[in-house]
Protein backbone atom coordinates (compact mmCIF):
# COMPACT_ATOMS: atom_id res chain seq x y z
CA UNK A 1 0.00 0.00 0.00
CA UNK A 2 1.42 3.29 -1.22
CA UNK A 3 2.08 6.09 1.61
CA UNK A 4 -0.55 8.21 -0.12
CA UNK A 5 -3.47 6.15 0.69
CA UNK A 6 -2.48 5.47 4.96
CA UNK A 7 -2.53 9.41 5.06
CA UNK A 8 -5.33 11.32 6.97
CA UNK A 9 -5.07 13.50 4.51
CA UNK A 10 -2.16 15.61 2.71
CA UNK A 11 -4.26 18.73 1.75
CA UNK A 12 -6.03 19.49 4.63
CA UNK A 13 -5.30 22.91 6.35
CA UNK A 14 -7.58 24.65 8.80
CA UNK A 15 -8.58 22.80 12.10
CA UNK A 16 -11.42 24.27 14.73
CA UNK A 17 -10.51 23.58 18.49
CA UNK A 18 -13.33 22.66 20.51
CA UNK A 19 -12.08 22.83 23.82
CA UNK A 20 -11.84 24.77 26.91
CA UNK A 21 -9.53 27.93 27.92
CA UNK A 22 -7.61 28.37 30.89
CA UNK A 23 -6.80 31.11 32.57
CA UNK A 24 -3.87 30.54 34.46
CA UNK A 25 -2.19 27.37 33.29
CA UNK A 26 -1.03 26.01 29.44
CA UNK A 27 -3.65 23.27 28.66
CA UNK A 28 -6.34 22.91 26.38
CA UNK A 29 -6.16 25.77 23.60
CA UNK A 30 -3.39 27.69 25.46
CA UNK A 31 -0.95 25.11 25.10
CA UNK A 32 -2.07 24.06 21.23
CA UNK A 33 -2.50 26.76 19.49
CA UNK A 34 0.81 28.19 19.39
CA UNK A 35 2.28 24.63 18.40
CA UNK A 36 -0.60 23.58 15.76
CA UNK A 37 -0.04 27.75 14.79
CA UNK A 38 3.67 27.18 14.47
CA UNK A 39 3.10 23.96 12.23
CA UNK A 40 1.93 25.88 9.59
CA UNK A 41 -1.81 24.79 10.39
CA UNK A 42 -4.76 27.63 10.20
CA UNK A 43 -6.28 27.17 13.94
CA UNK A 44 -9.70 28.90 14.69
CA UNK A 45 -11.33 27.71 18.12
CA UNK A 46 -14.45 27.16 19.63
CA UNK A 47 -14.39 27.79 24.10
CA UNK A 48 -16.34 24.57 25.79
CA UNK A 49 -15.82 26.62 29.41
CA UNK A 50 -13.54 29.29 30.44
CA UNK A 51 -11.64 28.07 33.50
CA UNK A 52 -9.76 30.11 36.44
CA UNK A 53 -7.14 27.85 36.15
CA UNK A 54 -5.78 24.24 36.24
CA UNK A 55 -7.67 21.79 38.47
CA UNK A 56 -5.34 20.28 40.31
CA UNK A 57 -5.14 24.08 42.20
CA UNK A 58 -7.53 22.64 44.64
CA UNK A 59 -10.23 25.54 44.23
CA UNK A 60 -11.09 27.05 40.24
CA UNK A 61 -14.08 28.46 38.72
CA UNK A 62 -15.78 27.02 35.53
CA UNK A 63 -18.26 28.90 32.84
CA UNK A 64 -20.14 26.62 30.64
CA UNK A 65 -20.51 28.45 27.62
CA UNK A 66 -23.21 26.53 26.20
CA UNK A 67 -25.13 28.93 25.06
CA UNK A 68 -22.54 31.20 23.31
CA UNK A 69 -21.24 27.54 21.03
CA UNK A 70 -25.34 27.39 20.33
CA UNK A 71 -26.02 31.03 18.92
CA UNK A 72 -22.53 30.63 17.27
CA UNK A 73 -22.94 27.75 15.45
CA UNK A 74 -25.72 28.84 13.23
CA UNK A 75 -23.97 32.33 12.40
CA UNK A 76 -20.91 30.12 11.04
CA UNK A 77 -23.23 28.17 9.16
CA UNK A 78 -25.08 31.16 7.47
CA UNK A 79 -21.47 33.06 6.49
CA UNK A 80 -20.56 29.42 5.29
CA UNK A 81 -17.61 29.03 7.50
CA UNK A 82 -16.12 25.32 7.21
CA UNK A 83 -12.96 23.76 8.52
CA UNK A 84 -10.71 20.54 6.94
CA UNK A 85 -10.71 19.11 10.55
CA UNK A 86 -12.07 19.47 14.01
CA UNK A 87 -10.75 18.33 17.72
CA UNK A 88 -12.93 18.23 20.62
CA UNK A 89 -12.01 18.41 23.50
CA UNK A 90 -13.19 18.60 27.40
CA UNK A 91 -17.23 18.96 27.45
CA UNK A 92 -18.98 19.94 30.33
CA UNK A 93 -23.35 18.98 30.24
CA UNK A 94 -25.24 16.65 27.97
CA UNK A 95 -26.36 19.58 26.15
CA UNK A 96 -22.84 20.94 25.01
CA UNK A 97 -21.82 17.28 24.46
CA UNK A 98 -25.23 16.78 21.85
CA UNK A 99 -24.52 20.19 20.17
CA UNK A 100 -21.02 19.33 19.23
CA UNK A 101 -21.36 15.82 18.48
CA UNK A 102 -24.24 16.84 16.02
CA UNK A 103 -22.04 19.24 14.87
CA UNK A 104 -19.35 17.00 14.30
CA UNK A 105 -21.42 14.23 13.09
CA UNK A 106 -22.76 16.58 10.21
CA UNK A 107 -19.30 17.77 9.47
CA UNK A 108 -18.18 14.65 9.41
CA UNK A 109 -20.44 13.36 6.55
CA UNK A 110 -19.13 16.76 4.57
CA UNK A 111 -15.45 15.65 4.58
CA UNK A 112 -14.34 17.14 7.38
CA UNK A 113 -11.64 14.75 10.03
CA UNK A 114 -12.81 14.57 13.60
CA UNK A 115 -10.27 14.54 15.53
CA UNK A 116 -11.11 13.52 19.40
CA UNK A 117 -9.09 13.96 22.92
CA UNK A 118 -11.57 12.32 25.57
CA UNK A 119 -10.50 14.15 28.47
CA UNK A 120 -11.23 12.40 31.59
CA UNK A 121 -7.94 11.66 33.93
CA UNK A 122 -5.11 9.55 34.27
CA UNK A 123 -2.67 7.65 36.79
CA UNK A 124 -5.91 5.44 37.29
CA UNK A 125 -8.57 8.27 38.40
CA UNK A 126 -10.27 11.01 36.89
CA UNK A 127 -9.58 14.16 37.10
CA UNK A 128 -10.44 16.40 40.05
CA UNK A 129 -14.20 17.52 39.14
CA UNK A 130 -14.61 14.95 36.69
CA UNK A 131 -17.61 12.89 37.27
CA UNK A 132 -18.66 9.58 35.96
CA UNK A 133 -21.55 11.25 34.08
CA UNK A 134 -18.92 13.34 31.87
CA UNK A 135 -17.67 9.70 31.00
CA UNK A 136 -20.92 9.02 29.43
CA UNK A 137 -20.82 12.70 27.67
CA UNK A 138 -17.17 11.24 25.89
CA UNK A 139 -18.49 8.26 24.79
CA UNK A 140 -20.72 10.24 23.08
CA UNK A 141 -17.67 12.39 21.04
CA UNK A 142 -16.19 9.15 20.55
CA UNK A 143 -18.94 7.27 18.85
CA UNK A 144 -18.70 10.04 16.06
CA UNK A 145 -14.79 10.38 15.65
CA UNK A 146 -12.34 9.72 12.85
CA UNK A 147 -9.16 9.03 15.45
CA UNK A 148 -9.68 9.68 19.28
CA UNK A 149 -6.53 9.59 21.77
CA UNK A 150 -7.50 8.52 25.21
CA UNK A 151 -4.77 7.74 27.88
CA UNK A 152 -5.07 4.67 29.32
CA UNK A 153 -7.01 5.44 32.19
CA UNK A 154 -9.45 7.21 29.57
CA UNK A 155 -9.53 4.33 27.85
CA UNK A 156 -10.56 1.87 30.61
CA UNK A 157 -13.23 4.19 31.61
CA UNK A 158 -14.66 5.12 28.22
CA UNK A 159 -15.00 1.34 27.24
CA UNK A 160 -15.92 -0.20 31.27
CA UNK A 161 -12.38 -1.89 31.47
CA UNK A 162 -10.70 -2.43 34.75
CA UNK A 163 -7.62 -0.99 35.09
CA UNK A 164 -4.34 -2.47 35.63
CA UNK A 165 -1.83 0.07 36.87
CA UNK A 166 0.86 -2.30 36.85
CA UNK A 167 0.88 -2.91 32.93
CA UNK A 168 -1.65 -5.09 30.28
CA UNK A 169 -0.17 -7.39 27.58
CA UNK A 170 -0.25 -6.16 23.69
CA UNK A 171 -2.88 -8.81 23.62
CA UNK A 172 -4.84 -6.78 26.16
CA UNK A 173 -3.96 -3.46 24.74
CA UNK A 174 -5.39 -5.03 20.93
CA UNK A 175 -8.93 -5.85 22.92
CA UNK A 176 -8.47 -1.98 24.54
CA UNK A 177 -8.49 -0.57 21.04
CA UNK A 178 -11.04 -2.75 19.47
CA UNK A 179 -13.04 -1.76 22.46
CA UNK A 180 -13.38 1.82 21.67
CA UNK A 181 -13.85 1.35 17.71
CA UNK A 182 -17.13 -0.66 19.13
CA UNK A 183 -17.71 2.97 20.50
CA UNK A 184 -17.80 3.93 17.11
CA UNK A 185 -14.65 5.48 16.02
CA UNK A 186 -12.45 4.65 12.71
CA UNK A 187 -8.94 4.83 14.50
CA UNK A 188 -7.39 4.99 17.97
CA UNK A 189 -4.67 5.48 20.00
CA UNK A 190 -3.92 4.85 23.78
CA UNK A 191 -1.07 6.47 24.78
CA UNK A 192 0.48 5.71 28.25
CA UNK A 193 0.09 2.32 28.27
CA UNK A 194 2.47 0.21 30.28
CA UNK A 195 2.54 -2.81 27.71
CA UNK A 196 4.47 -6.18 28.09
CA UNK A 197 6.96 -4.16 30.65
CA UNK A 198 7.58 -1.35 28.57
CA UNK A 199 5.69 1.93 28.67
CA UNK A 200 4.15 2.54 25.12
CA UNK A 201 1.65 4.10 22.97
CA UNK A 202 -0.74 1.74 21.14
CA UNK A 203 -2.56 2.40 18.11
CA UNK A 204 -4.65 1.19 15.36
CA UNK A 205 -4.68 2.53 11.94
CA UNK A 206 -8.41 1.79 9.91
CA UNK A 207 -6.87 3.01 6.36
CA UNK A 208 -4.52 -0.19 6.15
CA UNK A 209 -6.10 -2.27 9.30
CA UNK A 210 -2.81 -2.26 11.20
CA UNK A 211 -1.94 -2.09 15.14
CA UNK A 212 1.06 -0.99 16.05
CA UNK A 213 2.87 -0.10 19.58
CA UNK A 214 5.86 2.46 19.93
CA UNK A 215 7.79 2.45 23.25
CA UNK A 216 8.90 5.39 25.08
CA UNK A 217 11.37 6.37 27.75
CA UNK A 218 9.09 7.95 31.08
CA UNK A 219 9.99 10.79 32.82
CA UNK A 220 8.77 11.14 36.57
CA UNK A 221 6.33 13.81 37.58
CA UNK A 222 2.96 14.53 36.42
CA UNK A 223 2.67 17.67 33.99
CA UNK A 224 -0.49 19.39 32.97
CA UNK A 225 -0.82 19.93 29.34
CA UNK A 226 1.53 16.93 27.81
CA UNK A 227 -1.83 15.40 26.49
CA UNK A 228 -2.72 18.58 24.59
CA UNK A 229 0.84 19.00 23.53
CA UNK A 230 0.53 15.07 22.57
CA UNK A 231 -2.94 16.35 20.55
CA UNK A 232 -1.56 19.38 18.60
CA UNK A 233 2.14 17.70 17.49
CA UNK A 234 -0.06 14.82 16.40
CA UNK A 235 -2.52 16.77 14.43
CA UNK A 236 -0.21 19.24 12.74
CA UNK A 237 1.95 16.28 11.11
CA UNK A 238 -1.18 14.27 10.41
CA UNK A 239 -2.52 17.52 8.89
CA UNK A 240 0.76 17.99 6.85
CA UNK A 241 0.27 14.26 5.26
CA UNK A 242 2.01 12.16 7.73
CA UNK A 243 1.15 8.75 8.32
CA UNK A 244 -0.45 7.93 11.85
CA UNK A 245 2.68 6.27 13.24
CA UNK A 246 5.41 8.16 12.33
CA UNK A 247 2.99 11.21 13.57
CA UNK A 248 2.64 9.13 16.95
CA UNK A 249 6.16 8.50 17.06
CA UNK A 250 6.49 12.82 16.51
CA UNK A 251 4.31 13.32 18.85
CA UNK A 252 5.71 11.00 21.63
CA UNK A 253 9.66 12.39 21.09
CA UNK A 254 8.35 15.80 21.02
CA UNK A 255 6.39 15.72 24.47
CA UNK A 256 9.61 14.02 25.92
CA UNK A 257 11.92 17.07 25.18
CA UNK A 258 9.63 19.26 26.49
CA UNK A 259 9.22 17.35 29.52
CA UNK A 260 13.18 17.08 30.02
CA UNK A 261 13.74 20.86 29.15
CA UNK A 262 11.45 21.97 32.56
CA UNK A 263 11.49 18.28 34.28
CA UNK A 264 12.51 20.68 37.30
CA UNK A 265 9.90 23.17 37.29
CA UNK A 266 8.52 24.07 40.78
CA UNK A 267 4.73 24.27 39.51
CA UNK A 268 4.36 21.54 36.95
CA UNK A 269 0.31 22.70 37.72
CA UNK A 270 0.65 25.38 35.51
CA UNK A 271 2.13 23.29 32.73
CA UNK A 272 5.04 23.80 30.35
CA UNK A 273 5.44 27.23 28.85
CA UNK A 274 4.73 26.00 25.08
CA UNK A 275 6.07 29.26 23.26
CA UNK A 276 9.53 28.64 24.60
CA UNK A 277 9.45 25.05 23.68
CA UNK A 278 8.67 25.44 19.81
CA UNK A 279 12.16 24.98 18.71
CA UNK A 280 11.65 21.40 20.21
CA UNK A 281 9.00 20.23 17.53
CA UNK A 282 10.51 18.91 14.32
CA UNK A 283 9.09 18.48 10.98
CA UNK A 284 10.47 16.42 8.02
CA UNK A 285 12.27 18.97 5.12
CA UNK A 286 10.24 18.57 3.02
CA UNK A 287 7.28 19.45 5.21
CA UNK A 288 8.91 22.35 6.73
CA UNK A 289 9.36 23.79 3.13
CA UNK A 290 5.52 23.68 2.13
Not at 197 to 207: I, L, T
Request: aromatic fraction near 10%; include cysteine.
Amino acid sequence: MSKKKINFAAEMKQILLINDVVGYGKVGMGAMLPILSYLGIPTYSMPTALVSNTLDYGKFNIQDTYEYMKGTLPVWKELGFSFDAICTGLMFSDEQAKLVADYCEEQGKNGTTIFVDPILGDGGRLYNGVTEHQVELMRKMVSVAHLTFPNYTEACYLTGTRIKMDGISWEEAGDLLDDLREIGCKSALVTSCKIDGHNSVAGYNHFDDSYFHLDYHEIPGLFHGTGDIFSAVLIGHLLNGEPLKSSTRQAMDTVFRMIDRYRNTDDKNRGIPVEKCLDLLSLEDNLRER
